[in-house]
């Protein structure tokens, strides 16, 4: 069996790891909480890249509050190119209209919305989305949320065991 040139020079497929946005990212406090998977550093239209097909976009309720054209510009310029497109939302103020409009936005454009409620949260959902990107896009949904829901239930037993 042949070793591929990429494994013999010491190199990582592309693919095997999560790809984060050096410009963009740099700082964010989501990335402290990415343990489960390697990722490594790469200029890419996307924040985030889960295989070569899933391009994520991460945006805070906070900010969009503050630059409400800032994610319909980021998704017109810098989706193009990926089969599955998500923008992975942080909500870290009162919602409700904003999530409406952001809703709206995302089936118009094609992408999927997918909501956290913490930076571990997305961080959760960033390396699921690795791990399941070879999977199409529902069944991915449907394997994180069964993880989560596992997770849960795990925490739920062992918090009942404590009492």
């Known amino acids: 069996m042949e070793i591929p040139s ?6 990582v497929l592309l693919n095997s790891r999560l790809i984060i946005s050096r410009k963009r990212q740099e700082g964010n406090p989501v990335l402290k909480y990415i343990r489960n998977v390697p990722f490594e550093w790469a200029d890419i239209k996307a924040d985030f890249e889960a295989g070569k097909e899933m391009g994520i976009l991460y945006l805070s309720l906070k900010w969009h509050k503050l630059h409400p ?4 510009t980021r998704i017109n310029n810098d989706g193009a190119g ?3 497109k998500i923008l992975l939302v942080l909500v870290n103020v009162e919602p409700r209209h904003i999530l409406r409009e952001l809703n709206l936005f995302c089936y118009r ?12 949260e997305a ?3 960033l390396e699921n989305l690795h791990i399941s990107r070879n999977r199409n896009e529902q069944s991915a949904i449907n394997a994180m949320q069964e993880r989560k829901k596992n997770g849960f239930a795990c925490q739920m037993k ?6």
Do not use: D, K, P
């Open 82 to 84: 990926y089969v599955i």
């Open 109 to 120: 454009t094609g992408w999927t919305l997918m909501l956290c409620y913490s930076a571990e």
């Open 158 to 163: 062992t918090a009942n065991f404590i009492r």
């Open 123 to 125: 961080a959760e959902y």
């Open 69 to 72: 054209n800032y994610i319909e």
């Open 6 to 11: 990429s494994i013999q020079s010491g190199t």
